[in-house]
């Protein structure tokens, strides 16, 4: 199964600062390849999914995310956050089945 | 109503005993998964089913058993509680590889 590595365990940024989390896989074939949120108190969300072509995807809420095939990454970028984009964060990748990094848990002050 | 639901919501229970947490989806989806999350671990798969006669171990199985009662229905059990199976446990569906949709969890404590 895939390890995926989540490269910060939490982030503490300023409303309208730039957020950029990393996240690495570790081995390459088809894969598929999803950021999930978690508003607290609440399930996983779907931000954005990768499976084929354009390796810049755009997701909700201003979201967007970059797969490096030959970087083995899908790291999430959103330009300018808000206070409500608070919460935790996971990658994911799917080759036969779904794993998850450890998550980065999000802080927007206000 | 909720496409992915989850019962209970919360649940106390003690050492030893055993408890069933129930899934249901009204989304059709033929795959159902069982994770769990603890804090500074993400989500860590128990079991899937890739449909009603097909059940598969996930990574941290030791524990725990499943039931697909039917296309729909996808149930989590823990024979023999113990304290270290405290944690938050979600149920999810996909349609083949695509994105999985979460219920809202089951907040399990084992005292």
């Known amino acids: 199964a895939q390890s995926v590595s989540q490269h910060n365990h939490h982030v503490i940024l300023s409303e309208a600062a730039s957020l950029e989390l990393g996240c690495n896989y570790s081995?390459?074939?088809?894969?598929?390849l999803f950021w999930y949120v978690q508003y607290p108190g609440q399930h996983l969300q779907l931000l954005l999914k990768?499976?084929?072509?354009?390796?810049l995807v755009k997701g909700i809420k201003g979201f967007e995310a970059e797969f490096i095939k030959s970087k083995f990454s899908f790291n999430l970028r959103k330009p300018s956050v808000q206070w409500s984009d608070t919460a935790e964060y996971f990658c994911a990748v799917n080759d036969y089945k779904l794993s998850f990094g450890a998550g980065t848990t999000v802080t927007v002050r206000a | 109503d909720a496409d992915v639901t989850q019962t209970p919501r919360n649940r106390i229970t003690k050492t030893g005993k055993r408890i069933m947490l129930e899934c249901s989806q009204t989304?059709?989806?033929?795959?159902m998964y069982w994770y769990r999350q603890d804090p500074g671990l993400g989500l860590r798969l128990i079991y899937y089913s890739f449909d009603v006669k097909d059940i598969n171990k996930g990574e941290i199985s030791d524990g725990y058993s499943v039931s697909r009662q039917a296309q729909a229905k996808f149930s989590l059990s823990l024979e023999s509680a113990i304290p270290n199976q405290t944690a938050l446990y979600f149920c999810?569906?996909?349609?083949?590889?695509?994105?999985?949709?979460f219920g809202d969890g089951t907040r399990l404590s084992i005292l």
């Open positions: 989304k059709g989806h033929d795959r």
């Open positions: 990768y499976f084929s072509g354009d390796p």
């Open positions: 999810a569906t996909s349609q083949g590889n695509q994105p999985q949709h």
């Open positions: 081995y390459g074939g088809t894969v598929n």
